[in-house]
């Protein structure tokens, strides 16, 4: 199942049911370009359910189908990767085979022909365009992009493996859920990272394996400071490394190693705490009795989870957010 190229709204849901074999097997095929299909052993009381919803670069499904079926794909445009939650799942792509059972996951590379053979199932899937997972792997390690790659199906561990699962569930929950936060587009880049920094702790990769050489000119304190005007001028934005390094007028590696250097931290970092003083800021001027809220700041500054916001606002100011909007 592909993510639809490009949407012209923050959101696109879908949710369908139905008790008919025939019926499910059309809209799997609607779903899946070049898709053969087969199914067995359907159950007596047969229901295939899915629910999607298209955020950005991720599409999130839920899908329960109550029969075994076999599908060979056509190559994904998209990573994608299963979790599990009861059945169990085959798949195999012409180099590698790997199968799955309650509380697993498995990645599926693009490019590459699929064959899915699942029994009995009730998953979760998240599709994510590889050029966001890339840019990431890129903005943390400094790999060239042309050298990275995922390099298994599996996971490095069932620890990490469940960790996958979880982010999996909850993005689905996010994506599925009161539409108003995902109006924020700094949202929308939370979960993008959250989807791409987990996908590259859970899966092996090149960017876990290969050494990287520190740029040996580092860089004038100019571009850092290019940088940090273009981060404190777009900071409510959805920026990413990339812009901020094309803003330095400089690669994303070299900023990255200029930031360490004359700022003991990142540019995303940097980022992060500019939006938490913003944050800061906003709950100094906000009024309680006018129905602002601890949650409303959080959503509007990027953060996914108010106790994540709480957390990392009181390591900063030695407080909690709640303290400071209520005095």
């Not at 229901?47 to 899908?63: D, F, H, K, N």
């Not at 029969?67 to 190559?75: G, K, S």
């Not at 859920?177 to 996908?199: F, K, M």
């Amino acid at each position: 199942m592909q993510r639809n190229a490009g949407t012209g709204t923050p959101v696109t849901r879908h949710r369908y049911a139905t008790h008919e074999v025939s019926q499910a097997h059309d809209v799997i095929r609607q779903r899946c370009a070049g898709l053969e299909l087969w199914s067995r052993s359907v159950a007596d009381q047969f229901t295939y359910r899915e629910e999607m919803a298209a955020v950005g670069p991720i599409l999130a499904t839920r899908v329960q189908c109550a029969m075994d079926i076999e599908m060979h794909l056509e190559p994904l445009a998209d990573l994608l990767i299963v979790a599990m939650t009861t059945g169990r799942a085959e798949v195999r792509d012409g180099r590698e085979e790997a199968r799955s059972g309650p509380g697993q996951v498995l990645l599926q590379q693009p490019g590459r022909p699929l064959v899915n053979v699942g029994q009995h199932f009730d998953l979760y899937s998240i599709n994510l365009d590889l050029r966001v997972v890339t840019e990431a792997a890129t903005e943390r390690t400094g790999i060239d992009p042309d050298d990275f790659r995922f390099e298994a199906m599996m996971p490095v561990s069932t620890e990490m493996g469940q960790f996958w699962h979880h982010t999996a569930a909850h993005l689905f929950r996010l994506f599925t859920g009161p539409a108003e936060p995902l109006q924020n587009p700094l949202v929308i880049r939370a979960a993008t990272d959250l989807a791409a920094s987990a996908a590259l702790a859970a899966f092996p990769n090149t960017a876990m394996t290969l050494s990287y050489r520190v740029e040996a000119n580092s860089l004038p304190i100019g571009s850092v400071r290019r940088a940090m005007s273009f981060i404190e001028a777009h900071a409510g934005e959805a920026i990413t490394a990339t812009q901020i390094a094309d803003a330095a007028r400089v690669t994303p590696r070299a900023l990255q190693t200029a930031f360490r250097r004359h700022l003991s931290t990142t540019p995303m970092a940097y980022l992060r705490r500019t939006r938490l003083d913003r944050a800061h800021q906003d709950l100094l001027g906000a009024d309680p009795t006018r129905g602002d809220t601890v949650a409303a700041i959080a959503r509007r500054w990027g953060y996914l989870h108010t106790a994540r916001f709480a957390a990392d606002y009181r390591a900063v100011y030695g407080r909690s957010p709640t303290d400071t909007l209520h005095t």
